[in-house]
T-cell receptor
């Protein structure tokens, strides 16, 4: 089936600590896994993505890991800051003969405690 | 470089009415996808347009239809509005949509309230 599961649904961490969000996907053919940050009243903003030919990707305080065998991927935010507070969505692509689409997890509301 | 732009940003409609939402893709992009995001949920795929054709469709009724113009902009039309259609409608653009692994970028969305 077409499914991306995401957990936890809410996460509260102390400023400066790390946050980890985990996702699993169902379609073994998926090969593209973006992460989006959505602030209140705004559209999702791409923060990092990874393709299936790599296992890990970093961009400053953000990193994503991918385990294709287990069909799960994770977002790691280090040295969290107040501006990291938002809802984060993982996503995976589904491939068809003439198109592809992105399906999303249900989101994680991240709160950074001062 | 303009990102994905959507209009209107907010609108209120009455049950049974029809609505048209508009999207201009990011400069250089030729593929537009539409998503519906209900409050507290992740975006749900409605459909994707590439080369002015609907290429893929999600689990949405025929009341939801769309169009892509030669300049790659797109419209989403919803007929016979229901209260449950109240949501944030997001447009996303990418390059060469039918090909996998291309980054997609979202607009800020159109907030639709049906009363």
């Amino acid at each position: 089936g077409e499914n991306v599961e995401q957990h936890p649904s809410t996460l509260s961490v102390q400023e400066g600590d790390s946050a980890v969000i985990k996702c699993t996907y169902s379609d073994s053919a998926s090969n593209y896994f973006p992460w989006y940050k959505q602030e209140l009243g705004k559209g999702p903003q791409l923060i990092i993505d990874i393709r299936s030919n790599v296992g890990e990707k970093k961009d400053q305080r953000i990193a994503v890991t991918l385990n294709k065998t287990a069909k799960h991927f994770s977002l790691h935010i280090t040295e969290t800051q107040p501006e990291d507070s938002a809802v984060y969505f993982c996503a995976a692509n589904l491939l068809y003969s003439s198109a592809s689409k992105i399906i999303f997890g249900s989101g994680t509301r991240l709160s950074i405690r001062p | 470089d303009a990102g994905v732009t959507q209009s209107p940003t907010h609108l209120i409609k009455t049950r049974g009415q029809q609505v048209t939402l508009r999207c201009s893709p990011k400069s250089g992009h030729d593929t537009v996808s539409w998503y519906q995001q209900a409050l507290g949920q992740g975006p749900q795929f409605i459909f994707q347009y590439y080369e002015e054709e609907e290429r893929q469709r999600g689990n949405f009724p025929d009341r939801f239809s769309g169009h892509q113009f030669p300049n790659y902009s797109s419209e989403l039309n919803v007929n016979a509005l229901l209260l449950g259609d109240s949501a944030l409608y997001l447009c996303a653009s990418s390059l060469r949509g039918p090909f996998s692994g291309n980054t997609i970028y979202f607009g800020e969305g159109s907030w639709l309230t049906v009363v």
